[in-house]
Each structure stands twice: as structure tokens, then as C-alpha cells.
């Protein structure tokens, strides 16, 4: 069965500090991997993609890594800042037949910033 | 959020009462979903129109219904026989090869 897992469920971390989330998925074969951020109340925002033959991927203080054998991403947050406070949700998107319904969602992992 | 707008952004519905969500975008995608969040959850696919005049049901379609008249509206009708609507209601549009989807900002429906 297809799944995407994120780790931990919540977070809290002090305002300049690092952290890492982790995405684990079951997905295959594999496609991409995209993050999302979505701010309370808001629509979720991509941060970034991943593709199966990217290792590393930045944007800004947000760095994604990815590992297809082990079928395991991370996305770490550098220097952490108050609006990083989030909830940060991984999606896979399987190869093959292009379908409309194909994306894999994980729960997401809540962040908060705290000063 | 791009070209995409969801109305109301919040709605408080009697019990008994059908209410619709509003789904518009400009971006000229022909895939459109509908998705509910749940506190602690993750989003769950309610219906998804590939074309206009087409749609199908997605993972817990019953109590809701949907139309696609135009290529750019979508809305989402929450009827009386959804036993417990209140959440947070995602409208998305995808890019061909469905291989990435936009989300609009929400709305949050209450049921009274």
C-alpha cells in the first residue's frame, strides 16, 4: 500500500534554531517528493521538488534531501524564524500513467517557533 | 494561493441546512480537486474533475456534491446527510501531468 509517513508529529523549537522533519514513503515507483508549507488557516504553499535523481535541494533557509533507495526525505530549517511556525506536509507523486487523483499525502508535521 | 479564491473564507451552517463553497481560478488548469483537513489529519480527497462537465468521486465523497459547468469554477455543495462537516475545505487546481496541484486559502465550515 502507497503511504507517505512524516516524523515527528509536532515540533517546537526555539527562534535561530535548526531542525529537521522527515518524510518516509512506501510510494513506487517514484516520481517526486514536493513540501509544502501551510500557515494556520491558509492554503498549503510548495517549497520545494525533488525529482528521483536530485540528492539536495534549497530554498532559502529551507533545504530538502532526499534519498530514493531508502525511500526517505528531510527538510531542514535553518536559522528558524517566527513564520516558520507551520505545518509542513510531504507529497509524493508516483511514475507511471499520469492520473488526477495520484498524489500520496503524509499529516504533516506542525511547527512551532517560539522566541 | 496564485489564482485561485475561495469563498467564504469562513461559514457557519445550521444542522439540516445544505451550503456551497466556491472554487475560482484563472490559472487555466483543467484538473480541480476539493480536500478536507481535519485537525491532526491529513487532507482527504472529496471529488476531483479532470474536464469540465466531468467529475469523480474521491475518498469519502458521500454527503457532498460538486459541478463543473466551467473550466474555471468548481464548487462544492456540503449537504445534510454529511454527518459531521465541520473542518477546513481545500480547493486545488492541477497542472497536466497532475503531478502538482495549487492550493486556494480554504474555507473553514462550522456547523452550528
Known amino acids: ?8 508529529q509536532s515540533l ?13 514513503y512506501t510510494v513506487s515507483p517514484f516520481s517526486n ?3 509544502y508549507k501551510q500557515d494556520t488557516g491558509r492554503g498549503p504553499v510548495s517549497l520545494t521538488i525533488m525529482t528521483f535523481s536530485e540528492n539536495t535541494k534549497s530554498n532559502g533557509r529551507y533545504t530538502a534531501t532526499l534519498d530514493a533507495d531508502t525511500k526517505q526525505s528531510s527538510l531542514h530549517i535553518t536559522a528558524s524564524q517566527l513564520s516558520d511556525s507551520a505545518s509542513y506536509i510531504c507529497v ?7 492520473r ?16 | 494561493d496564485g489564482g485561485i479564491t475561495q469563498s467564504p473564507k469562513y ?14 481560478q484563472n490559472l487555466n488548469h483543467d ?17 476531483y474533475s479532470q474536464i469540465v462537465n466531468d467529475f469523480q468521486k474521491g475518498d469519502i465523497a458521500e454527503g457532498y456534491s460538486v459541478s463543473r ?19 477546513f475545505y481545500l480547493c486545488a487546481t492541477g497542472t497536466s501531468g497532475y503531478n502538482e496541484q495549487f492550493f486556494g486559502p480554504g474555507t473553514r465550515l462550522t456547523v452550528l
Open chain 2, 69 to 87: 459547468e466551467k473550466k474555471e469554477s468548481f464548487p462544492l455543495t456540503v449537504t445534510s446527510a454529511q454527518k459531521n462537516p465541520t473542518a
Open chain 1, 92 to 98: 509524493v507523486s508516483p511514475r507511471g500513467t499520469p
Open chain 1, 12 to 24: 517546537i523549537i526555539l527562534e535561530g534554531k535548526n531542525c529537521t522533519l522527515q518524510c518516509n
Open chain 1, 1 to 8: 500500500k502507497n503511504q507517505v509517513e512524516q516524523s515527528p
Open chain 2, 11 to 24: 461559514l457557519f451552517r445550521k444542522e439540516g441546512q445544505n451550503v456551497t463553497l466556491s472554487c475560482e
Open chain 2, 31 to 47: 484538473a480541480m480537486y476539493w480536500y478536507r483537513q481535519d485537525p491532526g489529519q491529513g487532507l482527504r480527497l472529496i471529488y
Open chain 1, 100 to 115: 488526477a487523483n495520484n498524489l500520496f499525502f503524509g499529516t504533516g508535521t506542525r511547527l512551532t517557533v517560539i522566541p
Open chain 1, 33 to 35: 517528493l514536493r513540501w
